[in-house]
């Protein structure tokens, strides 16, 4: 089972408010990423870092915010949600240098009504 | 565009029959990976090709890579139906570590 873990796994929530999904992986892993998934649908990077206080920009824009303080923990934020939100939002991490792939969380699925 | 693109979008089996599914990209790459998802939950990576490889196997899964033709096949021998699930390709081009994910193959296989 992958050592990485995503909370909550279901959150349905109203216009305006502020989220925080969590991320938090126990593997040592320096590399974290966010993706964007709709249901049946590609994958979308929307954040990653390569380690503490590193984080960049994805391929897809989006209106929320990551932070790195912790090499286990790569929080994602919304500071003010909308229904365009809804979507399932995937944690990753992989190694440095190391031609492993990336383990990935089980997901969060974000309802924004 | 998307690197990596599969095909087909979706595939019906019955269980026992081979199931093929194709990535196609469009950079070099320096590794392709696949990686499964079952329905609501995160991707399970399932094997690793570099680019200098032209053939990996792992229990009933046989990927190839055609670098010339900037393909990959993933072969699954055997179905059952625990293998019902999407497939994604995902390439690693050395752009700063990061995949690029296909838009996956749906199988489904029927008991």
């Known amino acids: 089972e992958a050592d990485i873990y995503q909370t909550p796994r279901y959150l349905v929530i109203g216009t305006g408010k502020k989220i925080t999904l969590e991320c938090s992986q126990t593997m040592g892993h320096d590399k974290m990423y966010w993706y964007q998934q709709d249901p049946g649908m590609e994958l979308h990077l929307i954040h990653y870092s390569y380690g503490v206080n590193s984080t960049e920009k994805g391929d897809l824009s989006s209106e929320s915010t990551v932070s790195r303080i912790r090499t286990e923990h790569f929080p994602l934020t919304l500071e003010s949600a909308r229904p365009s939100h809804t979507s399932q939002y995937l944690c990753?991490?992989?190694?440095?240098?190391?031609?492993?792939?990336?383990?990935f969380g089980s997901g969060t699925r974000l309802t924004v009504v | 565009s998307q690197q990596g693109e599969e095909d087909p979008q979706a595939l019906s089996i019955q269980e026992g029959e081979n199931a093929t599914m194709n990535c196609s990209y469009k950079?070099?790459?320096?590794?392709l990976q696949w990686y499964r998802q079952n329905s609501g939950r995160g991707l399970v990576h399932l094997i690793l090709i570099r680019s200098n490889e032209r053939e990996k196997h792992s229990g009933r899964l046989r990927v190839t890579l055609d670098t010339s033709k900037k393909s990959s096949s993933l072969l699954i021998t055997a179905s059952r139906a625990a293998d019902t699930a999407s497939y994604f390709c995902a390439t690693d081009a050395g752009n700063a570590g990061k995949s690029t994910f296909g838009d996956g193959t749906t199988l489904t296989v029927k008991p």
């Open positions: 950079t070099s790459i320096n590794n």
């Open positions: 990753a991490s992989s190694e440095f240098g190391r031609d492993y792939g990336y383990t």
